[in-house]
């Protein structure tokens, strides 16, 4: 049985959040659903869409070459333009928050220092150390209070929140799952795709919120043609070219 408030969604008329911490993670994780929810007014919020200036530490530069774009600031306005694309498939309104990728955002340093080494200059100087070892970064602290702010404001005009549940520990989405324990109304997790098919929940969030999964298997047909729209992303996301066809699993209390 799915969570009562998707159920609720799926009857249509209901005003739905998808935060996306980026630029293809909540089709990703659940363009199958949203494909379903027709009738309903649905929001993708993207909270990390934008990048940096160089000089880019080895990570973003092998990030750049993975995506065969020259330079940080031509792909990330390819990425939001196909994202756009994507979500207006859905019959869906795209917003983009404009807050840096964790692979791009910098500490305050003399711009000297990170022209010798770039890596002293960035909050999260690699992404295997780093980013992907979910150690979010003290001096996130004031973005992770923003982002909570901006959110609880846009609570009156919405019915239910999908928030992702960090599967795989990116820092980013570390941050945007923690989100979802501030905002006041109904809030349903969604498993991180693909970082599903190889990472488990952290249990000790799921036992402290209390969460309970459930499968969706529907409308996965159309969400291979959604997912290949993210053209920057799709072929280092799936290199061997097949996308799995998974059900998406969501959270909820």
Partial sequence: ???APLDDARRGGARVLVLSPHLDDGVLSCGGLLSTLTGSEITVLTLFTACSPGPHTRAARSFLRQCAHPDAA???AARRAEDREVVDRLDARAEHAGHVDALFRRRAVPDAVGRVLPELAHRYPTYRLDIARGR???GDRALRAALAA???ARAPGIDLLLAPLGVGRHVDH???RDLGPTWPGPVV???DFPYSLT???DPAFVRREGLRPSVVDEGLDRKD???RGYRTQVDALFPSGVIPRAPETYWSS
């Fill in 150 to 152: 901006d959110l609880v």
């Fill in 189 to 191: 997790y969604y498993a």
């Fill in 225 to 227: 043609a959604l997912v």
């Fill in 136 to 138: 979010v970064s003290r």
């Fill in 199 to 201: 990472h488990a929940p």
């Fill in 174 to 176: 570390l941050i945007t």
């Fill in 1 to 3: 049985m799915l969570p």
């Fill in 74 to 76: 031509s792909l990330f």
